[in-house]
């Protein structure tokens, strides 16, 4: 039932429902991607998305500042030197809390932490795909090219069950924010969607809380529910990602970005791909960065119209997609008409 269920990113904060597209991406359309026409197209679009990333990038900075995020960028140090983007995403060190990390050693919750790591055998692992929940997937046909992949990371409560041929069926491990882990309309505890995959919870707590802070003072009390989801499921790999790791990643976004962005949270996307990439050599990021298949829609699963889905405002998301696509490696073609951005793991030396 909780198929097509609404969840805009936080719709608590969102501030431009509604928000409409301002371009028609049906008109940068092609299939071949040495025609130059279709070249010349895909090249205009990309420029048009670039523009629409800067402008949101200006809305919203002087909101208020709600975690109470202090940051300066230490500019002076990447000035003028060539700094891998994939670098700074690795160093952020997103990650899950584990038995050891205090103050969780030492009180009974920490118990409730699987043993287990999260991907065994991370040698084997070759190839990673991450599917963004974006609306501009419908229709997309690469459900087979999805499930290929050795991984497959998923967000929240996206369905697969009737979505196969664009989305694919395989889902390895799934992101989920504290407002899906604790609303009753998501039943985290009980619905199948999150049995038998490994879950990543996340909640931001304060910039500067403790862990302790963080078990008082989450946005929405993810504790409870993974407790009962915990004891429920004792075999679950279902973990709580550490939220000053989260904070970082946003540091890391803050200094590749330079310009001022939202000092609020990254989206559960960047989140997961900071997560998978240290265990992947690269990471297939399905539909994040706009492909011509864009509408207004926010998710492929529901009917609700909204660009800020895709474009921001609330998490930093467009300089979230500036960076990926910095770090993208594949061609024009593969990103914006495919809807494929490929990043690959820096080689340790480089970093
Ligand atoms: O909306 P939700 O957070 O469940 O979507 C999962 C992730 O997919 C988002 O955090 C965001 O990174 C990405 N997304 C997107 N464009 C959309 C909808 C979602 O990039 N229109």
Known sequence: AINGTKLSPHP????????????????????????????????IFKSRILSIFRKSMREYVNATNIYNVEFSTMLSNFDGKYYPSSCLLLEAGVRVLRRKDPPFNKLGFGKLFPKKKLFKEIKKIKTCAIVSSAGSLSGSNLGSFIDSHDIVMRFNHAPTKGYEDDVGSKTTI??????????????????????NVTIAAWDPGKY????????????????????????????????????????????????????????????????????????????????????????????????????????????PLAAEKLMALDMNTGDEYTVFQQGITRIRRPDKLLC
């Open 12 to 43: 608590r904060f969102d501030l431009s429902k509604n928000r409409k597209l301002t371009i028609d991406p049906k008109m940068y359309r092609c299939f071949n991607k040495y025609q130059v026409s279709c070249q010349n197209k895909t090249a």
């Open 174 to 195: 799934r992101v989920v924010n504290s407002q899906v882990v604790t609303k009753s309309e998501f039943n985290f505890t009980k619905a199948k969607i999150f049995q």
């Open 208 to 315: 500067n809380g403790t862990l302790k802070d963080w078990l008082t003072s989450a946005d929405f009390d993810i504790f409870t529910n993974y407790k009962i989801y915990r004891q429920h499921y004792p075999h679950s790999k279902a973990y709580l990602v550490d939220p000053h790791s989260i904070w970082r990643l946003w540091q890391g976004l803050q200094t590749f970005t330079q310009k001022s962005i939202r000092k609020n949270p990254p989206s559960s996307g960047f989140i997961g791909l900071a997560l998978l990439l240290p265990h992947c050599p690269y990471v297939d990021f399905i539909e994040y960065i706009p492909s011509t298949r864009l509408t207004g829609k926010c998710h492929y699963y529901s009917k609700e119209m909204n660009s800020a889905c895709t474009f921001g405002v609330w998490h």
